[in-house]
T-cell receptor
């Protein structure tokens, strides 16, 4: 049973560029949440997707957007990258919003 | 406001010692869920336990045990006979609606 998978594992971008991160949930899970984890800090909630719609959003600017596909996989897009966007981006999936979230290995983004 | 505090930034122990990681939370909800996750150097958050606010029974799983006390808003985690493989960052989290609110984490270093 495959767990949550994310791609790519690492990414280097320059300021002002745009990036797309991808996530495939665990089998049987239909809800995907995204978190940003800066170095030395706990993960911060970005948003959650269910039935292809954004259900809840954290305190992140509109430069952060997402999408969920019919197969429940999800993308996180970040536009106009800033140096401060450098972080580990974690995707979590769950059977629905009330159930335990299981995390993927993350994508490490470095913005130069 | 929902908040999780892990006051211990870093703990170092010698193998076979017992260690307790502290977690204090704040919430106005009467029903809530608490979690512990482990983050090894690889970066992936590994789910350890979920506890709802109505169940104050302590739980033991192998060398791991959890002490939940609503009266002090604490959900502490004890590792008995620590091993080098326990070295990781441990996060306590509180579910707030659809999202998880994480503490800052405690770095545990177990030396042989």
């Amino acid at each position: 049973d495959a767990g949550v998978t994310q791609s790519p594992t690492h990414l280097i971008k320059t300021r002002g560029q745009q990036v797309t991160l991808r996530c495939s949930p665990k089998s049987g899970h239909d809800t995907v949440s995204w978190y940003q984890q800066a170095l030395g800090q706990g993960p911060q909630f970005i948003f959650q997707y269910y039935e292809e719609e954004e259900r809840q959003r954290g305190n992140f600017p509109d430069r952060f957007s997402g999408h969920q596909f019919p197969n429940y996989s999800s993308e996180l897009n970040v536009n106009a990258l800033l140096l401060g966007d450098s972080a580990l981006y974690l995707c979590a999936s769950s059977m629905d919003w009330q159930e335990t979230q299981y995390f993927g290995p993350g994508t490490r983004l470095l913005v130069l | 406001a929902q908040k999780v505090t892990q006051a211990q930034t870093e703990i170092s122990v010698v193998e076979k010692e017992d260690v307790t990681l502290d977690c204090v939370y704040e919430t106005r909800d009467t029903t809530y869920y608490l979690f512990w996750y482990k983050q090894p150097p690889s970066g992936e958050l590994v789910f350890l336990i979920r506890r709802n606010s109505f169940d104050e029974q302590n739980e033991i799983s192998g060398r791991y045990s959890w002490n939940f006390q609503k009266s002090t808003s604490s959900f502490n985690f004890t590792i008995t006979a620590s091993q080098v493989v326990d070295s990781a960052v441990y996060f306590c989290a509180l579910r707030n609606g659809n999202k998880l609110v994480f503490g800052a984490g405690t770095i545990l270093r177990v030396k042989s």
